[in-house]
């Protein structure tokens, strides 16, 4: 309570009013505020975190290289002549192991031509897992991926675009890259050995 002198000489007591609020209320009140913040943005980045630091993530390129031919040790005769192939390299840049199980090439939504190395002379055989930071290259040669167009003219349509290729992972996503090269180029090339 304080006491109060008026004029007369007598003394009231007046209790503070419910409205003032003191220094150390406000101070605590903002410090309240700041960590009300805090709070809210420390748990936004804890899911930010789960959701992105554990996911998977391919690089593509698509690149023409030439094959030398392989000789096997047992005959000494040769499994592959020297070619030319169209190359995938996956790269994997994301922070977990990544299962590639399918590698094909798009013409369209409706229509992909899954590639098969039977015998495993170019590719390592599917499915590959790639760890993190690591890289793998998918390829096929210019013979066989002509016998594969020349026998589907017909469903593939126009020669004038580009090839994609398409990679499947374990979980069914799809990667996708344009090839550096048309079918047309790629059938050229070939006729021109």
């Known amino acids: 309570m304080v006491q109060k002198k008026t004029t007369k000489g007598i003394t009231n007591n007046i ?11 406000i101070w ?8 009300a913040v805090a709070t809210f943005a420390a748990v936004i980045v804890a899911l930010w975190q789960t959701k992105y630091a554990n996911r998977k993530r391919v690089k593509l390129k698509s690149s023409t290289q030439a094959l030398l031919p392989v000789i096997t040790m047992e005959t000494g005769s040769k499994v ?3 070619t030319l192939s169209q ?10 192991d990544i299962v590639i199980d399918g590698f094909s090439i798009e013409f369209s ?13 170019i590719n390592p055989q599917l499915p ?5 930071e690591e890289r793998e290259r998918l390829q096929v040669d210019f013979p066989s991926l002509c ?47």
């Not at 209790?15 to 209320?25: R, Y």
């Not at 190359?87 to 977990?96: A, E, F, K, P």
């Not at 580009?162 to 979980?171: G, P, V």
């Open 15 to 25: 209790m503070p009013t419910s409205n003032e609020i003191t220094t150390f209320e």
């Open 80 to 82: 592959l002549s020297e």
């Open 28 to 35: 605590s009140l903002i410090i309240s505020a700041v960590a």
């Open 128 to 132: 590959i897992k790639i760890a993190a």
């Open 87 to 96: 190359c995938v390299d996956i790269t994997n840049i994301g922070n977990r």
């Open 147 to 193: 016998e594969m167009i020349l026998k589907n003219k017909k469903t593939i349509g126009k020669f004038d675009k580009k090839l994609k290729f398409c990679i499947t992972d374990s979980t069914g996503k799809k990667y996708r890259i344009k090839s550096n090269r048309t079918i047309e180029n790629i059938l050229a090339l070939q006729n021109n050995k």
């Open 109 to 121: 939504r409706d229509f992909m031509l899954q590639i098969v190395d039977f015998m495993n002379i």
